[in-house]
T-cell receptor
Framework: GAVVSQHPSRVICKSGTSVKIECRSL??????MFWYRQFPKKSLMLMAT?????????EQGVEKDKFLINHASLTLSTLTVTSAHPEDSSFYIC????????????FGPGTRLLVL | EDQVTQSPEALRLQEGESSSLNCSYT??????LFWYRQDPGKGPEFLFT???AGEEKEKERLKATLTKKESFLHITAPKPEDSATYLC???????????FGTGTRLTIIP
């Protein structure tokens, strides 16, 4: 149990376009979902925390107008990178916390974004 | 501010050679300590959650232990498929988020 999926797994886009990444909890309801960014050979950097039906809480230094997060249901959260630029190229990973199963976060497989 | 330090940064072992990875932490009240395994190009895979000092958990060749200042991930008779980066993270009381260490990159040589 506790499976999290992400789509797409890989995306290449032109500078200036917007990209949407979906994160789904497949076999459980997630009270809270998290979005991380990871640079090569570095650890995970939390971007934002989202609770279903509420506005996301962004970490310091993360532009909320650039990284739009929508947590529409207990099984789906989306991250939209608006007007993407090459510096937004990165590995984006979501995680979900299982309702009623403590604090453990379960991670998705990640989305590799390359902005040309 | 919560802090996590993992050591060593990288570790190469022969197949079958047991060892331990260290995770030292400082947190104002521990809500949970987490171990994950991450393969290149993939998201972290959950291994263990530890909540209080003295707690131990095992899964196949891995065993995680916890004290008030550090956690160890013991790997017994590792196999090449155990090669990965192992991440440690803590969550403090009153905190939603995890603080991650930089990981230990483990390589098991056949």
């Amino acid at each position: 149990g506790a499976v999290v999926s992400q789509h797409p797994s890989r995306v290449i886009c032109k500078s200036g376009t917007s990209v949407k990444i979906e994160c789904r909890s497949l076999d459980f309801q997630a009270t809270t979902m998290f979005w991380y960014r990871q640079f090569p050979k570095k650890s995970l950097m939390l971007m934002a925390t989202s609770n279903e039906g509420s506005k996301a809480t962004y970490e310091q230094g993360v532009e909320k107008d650039k990284f739009l997060i929508n947590h529409a249901s207990l099984t789906l959260s989306t991250l939209t990178v608006t007007s993407a630029h090459p510096e937004d190229s990165s590995f984006y990973i979501c995680s979900a916390r299982v309702r009623g199963r403590g604090e453990t976060q379960y991670f998705g497989p990640g989305t590799r974004l390359l902005v040309l | 501010e919560d802090q996590v330090t993992q050591s060593p940064e990288a570790l190469r072992l022969q197949e079958g050679e047991s060892s331990s990875l260290n995770c030292s932490y400082t947190v104002s009240g521990l809500r949970g300590l987490f171990w994950y395994r991450q393969d290149p190009g993939k998201g972290p895979e959950f291994l263990f959650t530890l909540y209080s000092a003295g707690e131990e958990k095992e899964k196949e060749r891995l065993k995680a232990t916890l004290t008030k200042k550090e956690s160890f991930l013991h790997i017994t008779a590792p196999k090449p498929e155990d090669s990965a980066t192992y991440l440690c993270a803590v969550q403090g009381l009153g905190n939603e988020k995890l603080t991650f260490g930089t990981g230990t990159r483990l390589t098991i040589i056949p």
